[in-house]
């Protein structure tokens, strides 16, 4: 299965300001994603991003707000823009393998803290 | 995309088994099951997946009747180990999208 890493693991960040997060996979993959997770509550997709084209956003959320790169088929990037408190959640990133088929392998998630 | 209800909350104790039933009444035609398991400060791990009848691996089994608009994940002797965020989810992995749905949260008991 692939192996996922996130940096940062944490943050705390100021209103106002940005943060890029990153995301690390081991093996090439075709499909990745991203997720939020406020406390205590389920995740929601924010985006997929293929390699080679442009990510593909989920009602409620907006390039604009949320850009997100994918050079190759190992890397990917998730930007949270003029942050807001509201934007306090936990974000992960997501895989899935060519040879998996409905099953994703997930980061460990970064822990945002916008004061 | 199917919609998927399972209760908020479960308590069990060490050794016992553990039913966690979900409810898909929407399921597509090509639509597959899928478990996940999520531990606090994790992402969640795939458990198990399923179309029809029954499915079991090394750590869990997922029973889906015929008419496949539900589906119950059993977890044989839980430990204390076990207490994590267990989400159902429905999809046919045509656009590779996961939604998931508000999960259920099992307490096991020493």
């Known amino acids: 299965s692939a192996v996922i890493s996130q940096k940062p693991s944490r943050d705390i960040c100021q209103r106002g300001t940005s943060l890029t997060i990153q995301c690390q996979v081991d093996s090439q993959v075709t499909m990745m994603f991203w997720y939020r997770q406020q406390p205590g509550q389920s995740l929601t997709l924010i985006a997929t991003a293929n390699q080679g084209s442009e990510a593909t956003y989920e009602s409620g959320f907006v390039i604009d707000k949320f850009p997100i790169s994918r050079p190759n088929l190992t890397f990917s990037t998730l930007t949270v823009s003029n942050m807001s408190p509201e934007d306090s959640s936990i974000y992960l990133c997501s895989v899935e393998e060519p040879i998996s088929y409905n099953e994703q392998f997930f980061g460990p998630g970064t822990r945002l803290t916008v004061l | 995309l199917a919609k998927t209800t399972q209760p908020i909350s479960m308590d069990s104790y060490e050794g016992q088994e553990v039913n966690i039933t979900c409810s898909h009444n929407?399921?597509?035609?090509?639509?597959?099951i899928t478990w996940y398991q999520q531990f606090p400060s994790q992402g969640p791990r795939f458990i198990i997946q399923g179309y029809k009848t029954k499915v079991t691996n090394e750590v869990a089994s997922l029973f889906i009747p015929a008419d496949r608009k539900s589906s119950t994940l059993s977890l044989p002797r839980v430990s204390l180990s076990d207490t994590a965020v267990y989400y159902c989810l429905v999809g046919d992995g045509t656009f590779n999208k996961f939604y998931f749905g508000s999960g259920t949260k099992l307490n096991v008991k020493p």
């Open positions: 929407n399921i597509a035609t090509n639509d597959y």
